[in-house]
Structures are given as structure tokens and as C-alpha cells.
């Protein structure tokens, strides 16, 4: 069945440190691929998106690009910061005919100053 | 509101009793999620409302669970017969028609069955 794979965490670091957060994915069609990021005691919101193969998502820093061939998106930011401390969640959505989305387990970013 | 309102913000109760995890979606949002999230475990799928369409329950890990959604916007998920693996957070999320898969998430009702 359609999956996503995060890589495990927690992950810590220094700021202004490079980060990347692996995602890998397995689904039978399309899918359209997510970042999800959930701030301490806040709700999760979306964080960036790319909807077909190449296609690169960005937000706040953040970049993942869309690879077909690897079945990857992985996310990435040059220089983190403190206040980038979150969980964040790799998702699918397979079929643009449901918007149910498939999630990763979630990887926790810690950065510390 | 503003966004997807979720009560109770937290909830203990005794293994076999039922629960009732209410959620009330961004106005104007016709599609409305359920997901679980448990401790290392990330986000399970349990149930999606579209509108009129029949809901797609297959995440629903057993029939002790059940949600419902009247009148199109506030939704009921209920568990019966509590047992300890049932806690956990559970988060309501919503859409607008046409989304192309952003979210809107609640903050979550968490469940603690002792």
C-alpha cells in the first residue's frame, strides 16, 4: 500500500547548522507530497508542497524537491534557527479525487543556540 | 473561529468506558479528517467526510470506533468500550472544496484510557 518513510529522529543541532530530513515514499500513482510542521503546542500546519515530479517546494527557508526516480522529498534549510525546533511530517496524497493524506512518522528537529 | 476547534483538549477515563471526541471545522470547509497520533507512531488515518459523499472509514481500526458528521460540519468521533491502546491524540483537520491538500489542523483532544 501507499507509504511514507521519514528518517528517524531526534535530530539535533547547532543554528545556522545545515539541515536535511530524509523522505522516502511508495504509492501505486502520482501523488502529490507534503511537508507538514508541528511547533510545540501548536496544531500542524502545512509547511511546503510540490505536486509533480521536479517540481521544487519552498517556505520559510525550507526546500524539498519532488524526485520521481528515487521516490524522495526531502526537506532541506541551509541555516536553521532556534525557533525551527518542531516535528515535521512528510505526507502523500495519492489521488487528487481524496483529499486523505498519508503521513510519515514525524521527525523532531531540535536546535539548540 | 478562526480554525478547527477540537474538545476536549484532554480526556482520562477508565478502560471500558465510551468517549466522544467532538470537532468543529473551519467554516466553509466540506471535507473534514480524523487521525491518531500516537507516541512514536506518527499519524494514522481514521476516517474523511466530503461533503454528501459516503465517508471513507478504512482507517478505522475497529468497530468500536465510529465518527459521524451532521449537517455537514461538526463531527463526533466515538469509541466504545475504551481500551489502554486507544490513548493517544486525536486530531480533527478540514479543507476547502478544491484543496489541493493543504489541512487546516486542530490542536487535538488527547486521550488517556487508565
Known amino acids: 500500500g501507499d507509504s511514507v518513510t521519514q528518517m528517524e529522529g531526534p535530530v539535533t543541532l547547532s543554528e545556522e547548522a545545515f539541515l536535511t530530513i530524509n523522505c522516502t515514499y511508495t504509492?501505486?500513482?502520482?501523488?502529490?507530497l507534503f511537508w507538514y510542521v508541528q511547533y510545540p503546542g501548536e496544531g500542524l500546519q502545512l509547511l511546503l508542497k510540490?505536486?509533480?515530479?521536479?517540481d521544487k517546494g519552498s517556505n520559510k527557508g525550507f526546500e524539498a524537491t519532488y524526485r520521481k526516480e528515487t521516490t524522495s522529498f526531502h526537506l532541506e534549510k541551509g541555516s536553521v534557527q532556534v525557533s525551527d525546533s518542531a516535528v515535521y511530517f512528510c505526507?502523500?496524497?495519492?489521488?487528487?479525487?481524496?483529499?486523505?493524506?498519508?503521513f510519515g512518522q514525524g521527525t523532531t528537529l531540535q536546535v539548540k543556540p | 473561529g478562526a480554525g478547527v476547534s477540537q474538545s476536549p483538549s484532554n480526556k482520562v477515563t477508565e478502560k471500558g468506558k465510551d468517549v466522544e471526541l467532538r470537532c468543529d471545522p473551519i467554516?466553509?470547509?466540506?471535507?473534514l479528517y480524523w487521525y491518531r497520533q500516537s507516541l512514536g507512531q506518527g499519524l494514522e488515518f481514521l476516517i474523511y467526510f466530503q461533503g454528501n459523499s459516503a465517508p471513507d472509514k478504512s482507517g478505522l481500526p475497529s468497530d468500536r470506533f465510529s465518527a459521524e458528521r451532521t449537517g455537514g460540519s461538526v463531527s463526533t468521533l466515538t469509541i466504545q468500550r475504551t481500551q489502554q491502546e486507544d490513548s493517544a491524540v486525536y486530531l480533527c483537520?478540514?479543507?476547502?472544496?478544491?484543496?489541493?491538500?493543504?489541512?487546516?489542523f486542530g490542536e487535538g483532544s488527547r486521550l488517556t484510557v487508565l
Open positions: 467554516s466553509g470547509h466540506t471535507a
Open positions: 510540490a505536486t509533480k515530479a521536479d
Open positions: 505526507a502523500l496524497r495519492v489521488s487528487s479525487n481524496t483529499g486523505k493524506l498519508i
Open positions: 483537520a478540514s479543507s476547502f472544496p478544491g484543496s489541493t491538500g493543504e489541512l487546516f
Open positions: 504509492a501505486t500513482g502520482y501523488p502529490s
